[in-house]
């Protein structure tokens, strides 16, 4: 079974194709760097690696290009904000570190470039230029906007007709524009305090960008560039005219991405991107949405607070096209479903480490399950990346596992070998959990941490301390940790 996609183009689901039949162009319309990443962001990167990684596991060599947005006019007003920075160019510095941590603590795979917006002023310039050589765009006011009359195609990824668009931008630029649909390519400097206060406030999302901070020379006029046109600008340069892959969150469907594929088509003469895929929203539960909840919305604090494996369980539980609802229950549901898993795993690398572990024994039903697992985790993979279905096949092994070990004397060690390597292979490497790892090491540290606090008890004791001795010891169960006093010394259980 190959690969198949819900492509946004043509609303059908089709057969995964790349221009290139050994590699992939991926571009994803990455985070505008206005404020710490949420959530609904990490969803969006979460569901992009498990993509990446599912192609590489397909054998295809991936190339992956992410953008900051890092010239926008809800990054200037920042600036002079706590430690923000003085500027905008500080403002975005400083959510760019924050949010390549997140990205790490995700576990993400790293993408081939992070271009950013400031970084290709050339480039869009460039672009803009053709489009107005070409008689897409037309300069008004020191402004460039693109005419959507021009181009036949407009609205064909969002499925709308031009007639019956809306008009796109602010209120103060229409006068400018020949048509209520046309969208700024360039933004001339100067348009006053007002209307950027207006823009503060409003609660769009999709900013067309202000001139409210750094402005650049350009043949029209000092000013900054439109929002569209810098990932049209972006995705050409690092990944060449036609990409395979477009991925984005849903609200970007219009106008963000009718307006890329608009200006790059009509510059280039050919198709922009073969596949838009759109990852749906993650829905809060509006009113119901407890403060305990809202205390670890922002990326890092779910991570401290979850742990990084238990939000990407959380993101994945739901593919990628469906819309996820955030809520105390469904979170505490993937925390649960975390630990079943790697409760699994470890529960496997436990019996395979087994002196009653023998090749010799074997059981077919754990062997069946692993066969199962693989293939309804493939075919849940190449059914539009179904991550909900992949799950739930990992964590049938997980049943075959805990059976195998609850019923049987000796350990069948082919059997658990097999299952700890799909283990690694379809949790670790394409669902990207971090299994058995990281929480050996710190299991070994809590270890060696309670033997020290043992043998300062031990040290209370002998020097007739009892009272100080027994405190430790209450101590330590106040953690979980169960103490045993035996003859010969003391043993703990940790939590
Ligand atoms: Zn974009």
């Known amino acids: 079974m190959t690969l198949s996609v819900t492509n946004t183009l043509t609303g059908e689901r089709e057969p995964f194709e790349p221009g290139d ?48 947005t890092d010239v926008n006019e809800k990054i200037a007003a920042r600036a002079g904000e706590d430690d923000l920075g003085e500027d905008e ?78 008009a796109q931008g602010e209120e103060e630029e229409r006068g400018d524009k020949r048509h209520p649909a046309d969208f700024a390519l360039w933004k001339a400097d100067g348009v006053s305090e007002d209307a950027i206060e207006e823009h503060r406030d409003s609660d769009t999302d999709y900013a067309v960008s202000r001139p409210s901070g750094r402005t650049w020379e350009s043949p029209w006029s000092e000013g900054r560039p439109g929002w569209h046109i810098e990932c049209s600008a972006m995705s050409m340069k690092h990944l060449g005219e036609t990409i395979d892959i477009h991925v984005g969150g849903q609200d970007l469907v219009f106008p963000h991405h009718e307006n890329e594929v608009a200006q790059s088509e009509a510059a280039t003469g050919h198709r922009f991107a073969r596949y838009w895929l759109h990852v749906r929203l993650l829905e809060t539960e509006g009113e119901k949405m407890s403060s305990s909840l809202q205390n670890f919305f922002t990326v890092r604090d779910a991570v401290a607070e979850l742990g990084a494996n238990a939000v990407r369980m959380f993101l994945l539980s739901t593919s990628y096209g469906n819309p996820q609802t955030y809520s105390d229950e469904t979170v505490s549901e993937a925390v649960d479903r975390w630990e079943r898993l790697s409760g699994g795993y470890d529960r496997a690398v436990e019996a395979l ?48 596992v805990n059976r195998h070990v609850d019923d049987r004397e000796e350990y069948d060690y082919e059997g658990l070998r097999r299952a700890v390597e799909t283990f690694g292979e379809l949790g670790g490497d394409v669902l990207g959990f971090t299994l058995g790892g990281e929480t050996g090491g710190d299991v070994r540290l809590a270890e060696d941490l309670v033997e020290l606090v043992l043998d300062l008890r031990e040290g209370e004791r002998e020097a007739g301390n009892y009272e100080r001795a027994d405190a430790l010891r209450d101590e330590l169960r106040a953690l979980g940790v169960d103490v045993q006093d035996t003859d ?6 940790l939590p």
């Open 89 to 166: 160019a500080e403002v975005a510095r400083t959510f760019i570190t924050q949010t390549i941590r997140d990205m790490r603590d995700l576990n993400l795979l790293r993408a081939d470039v992070y271009p950013r917006v400031s970084e290709h002023l050339p480039e869009i310039i460039d672009l803009i230029e053709t489009l107005v050589e070409a008689g897409y765009a037309y300069e008004s006011n020191g402004s460039v906007y693109f005419d959507v009359t021009t181009f036949d195609d407009y609205g064909k990824l969002s499925n709308q007709r031009v007639e019956e668009m809306e």
């Open 488 to 493: 010969s010394g003391a043993s703990f259980k």
């Open 353 to 400: 480490d087994d002196p009653d572990a023998r090749t010799k024994v074997a059981d077919d039903d754990l062997r069946v399950a692993v066969e199962e697992t693989r293939a309804d985790f493939e075919s849940a993979m190449n059914d539009d990346f179904n991550t909900r279905r992949a799950l739930a096949a990992l964590l049938d092994l997980v049943t075959a």
């Open 21 to 68: 039949p050994d590699s992939v162009l991926l571009y994803y319309c990455g985070l505008t760097v206005s404020d710490y990443a949420h959530l609904g962001h990490a969803r969006g990167w979460v569901h992009t690696d498990v993509m990446h990684r599912w192609l590489e596991h397909l054998g295809y060599d991936v190339r992956h290009v992410e953008n900051f």
